[in-house]
């Protein structure tokens, strides 16, 4: 694993909704393959008496799809994440990736976290190259096809604009150029799930943009399933084809909105009206899944 590091849901078929999913041809008759399954899944730690951090999770991430998670903080989202890579075990309910029960930690995910947790002592290419000397099948060829391997690490550095920066250390990088080596870390080993848990928060709006276009183009070649969890609504809706709004901890999906906008989805689709109405409607239900926040204690 790349570990360096509904109640039914409530699906609002509105105009807007309607509207939005016929500007996806694509959509139509899609196959529910789903590749994430979370049946009725409980989590409490610390056991029974301790806190329940989700409560009745139900949701799915179709093969291919880009799911984002958006909900109060507090109410679950990294929990969601540990659980479906295997690193937590839920007391109740039932957790599948790519049709086999999650037992422990996966090894067909990237990971990437707000903090990009490079080694500072290894080198940017050093670090990206990191999995593959720990993930099957890669780990007993690696000696062998070391320069076909270098290689493919620095086509990922090209991909994402890091191209000639591969011999630097992290801390010869800005805190934006981090994140792109992170996520080429997280995508190296060619993962069928990428898990991004708030990844671009610590960036500035105009480099968080840029590495929107990253993760949308990486999206389109290489056709993994993606969850990302984040706080900016924006963000959610411009990259997802489904958002999952979750409830106050103890925390379940109450909303599921599938976004319908054409891709490839250019930025300036974020300023328009039509996207600003569905941001807006997703803040509305945030702001009711806030309010049933219990008091902590
Ligand atoms: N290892 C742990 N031991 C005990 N309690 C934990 C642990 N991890 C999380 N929790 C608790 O579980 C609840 C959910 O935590 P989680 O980190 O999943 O929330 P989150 O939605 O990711 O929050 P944020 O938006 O702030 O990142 C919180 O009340 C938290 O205190
Ligand atoms: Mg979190």
């Known amino acids: 694993m790349t570990l360096l590091h509904t109640e039914s849901s409530l699906y609002q078929s509105n105009d807007a909704t309607a509207k939005l999913a016929a500007v996806d041809p694509s959509r139509a008759g899609q196959a529910a393959t789903d590749f994430v399954e979370i049946s009725d899944v409980t989590l409490s730690y610390g056991g029974d008496e301790g806190v329940t951090a989700v409560e009745d999770l139900t949701m799915s991430v179709r093969k291919g799809e880009f799911a984002a998670v958006v909900g109060p903080s507090g109410c679950g989202k990294s929990t969601l994440m540990k659980l479906t890579t295997g690193l937590v075990i839920p007391q109740k309910g039932r957790i599948a990736v790519d049709g086999k029960p999650v037992t422990g930690p996966l090894d067909i995910v990237g990971m990437a976290f707000q903090n990009p947790s490079l080694l500072p002592w290894r080198r940017t290419l050093d670090n990206i190259m990191l999995p593959l000397e720990i993930v099957s099948p890669h780990a007993q060829r690696l000696r062998k096809h070391k320069a076909e391997y270098v290689a493919r690490a620095e086509a990922m550095l090209d991909l994402v604009g890091l191209g000639g920066f591969g011999a630097n250390y992290p801390w010869q990088l800005s805190g934006g150029m981090q994140q792109r080596a992170n996520l080429c870390r997280a995508l190296i080993h ?21 590495l929107w276009g990253v993760i949308r183009d990486l999206h389109q070649r290489k056709k993994f399933t993606v969850v990302l969890v984040t706080h900016d609504l924006r963000e959610a809706v411009y990259l997802a084809d489904r958002v999952f709004v979750m409830s106050a901890r103890p925390g379940r999906v109450v909303l599921e909105r599938e976004i319908g906008f054409e891709r490839p989805r250019p930025i300036d689709l974020t300023y328009t009206g039509e996207f600003n109405d569905v941001v807006h409607e997703l803040r509305e239900k945030i702001a009711e899944a806030r309010a049933d926040t219990p008091p902590i204690g």
């Open 190 to 210: 060619e993962p069928g799930l990428l898990m991004l848990d708030e990844p671009f928060g610590a960036l500035d709006a105009f480099t968080r943009e840029e």
